[in-house]
T-cell receptor, first 112, second 114 residues
């Protein structure tokens, strides 16, 4: 399983962009990169995923490095509701393991 | 809404008691996962079902932990002879298929063993 490295914590101001980095230098060629977030007292919530190309959805954007050894989750305008722990999780489509392997994630604080 | 529902939301039990935690997945979801989350840590995988078949139970910490999904929908995680180290949040997730699809999580059951 690919190991990931994320900052323990980050701070942002409300309505400013946030870039959450993740290093996954041992990722395999078939691993997609998934991001989940967990708000206080709630279960994790799917945010976005991608393989090689940058991806956008209504929640966020995902920028993937050309060598795929790192990625960045981008929240374009942080809100107070975005305060959560963000997990970067490489997964292996087509492999025998479908369960998610969570690390410690990045705890994002958003200041008003 | 039609999200994943877990009950009870909180459970307090005395050491040595048996507990049962329930998960109602999203209707039609084939895959169901159980995770355990200790305080301050990320969730850790316990077991996986594809419909009613338990295909992976490699994460269950001991034979005191047992899970079932007899009709391929609702699942129950049972812990026998509970111990203090079983105190954690137990999360259930479901998805259309095991591999690659986003998993939808419930809000968990917080289990406290006294």
């Amino acid at each position: 399983d690919a190991k990931t490295t994320q900052p323990n914590s980050m701070e942002s101001n409300e309505e400013e962009p946030v870039h959450l980095p993740c290093n996954h230098s041992t990722i395999s060629g078939t691993d997609y990169i998934h991001w989940y977030r967990q708000l206080p007292s709630q279960g994790p919530e799917y945010v976005i995923h991608g393989l090689t190309s940058n991806v956008n959805n209504r929640m966020a954007s995902l920028a993937i490095a050309e060598d795929r050894k790192s990625s960045t989750l981008i929240l374009h305008r942080a809100t107070l509701r975005d305060a959560a722990v963000y997990y970067c999780i490489p997964t292996n489509y087509g492999g025998s393991q479908g369960n998610l392997i969570f690390g410690k994630g990045t705890k994002l604080s958003v200041k008003p | 809404g039609a999200g994943v529902s877990q009950s009870p939301r909180y459970k307090v039990a005395k050491r040595g008691q048996d507990v049962a935690l329930r998960c109602d997945p999203i209707s039609g979801h084939v895959s169901l996962f159980w995770y355990q989350q200790a305080l301050g840590q990320g969730p850790e995988f316990l077991t996986y079902f594809q419909n009613e078949a338990q295909l992976d139970k490699s994460g269950l910490p001991s034979d005191r932990f047992f899970a079932e999904r007899p009709e391929g929908s609702v699942s129950t995680l049972k812990i026998q002879r509970t111990q203090q180290e079983d105190s954690a949040v137990y999360l259930c997730a479901s998805s259309w298929d095991r591999v690659g699809q986003p998993q939808h999580f419930g809000d968990g059951t917080r289990l406290s063993i006294l």
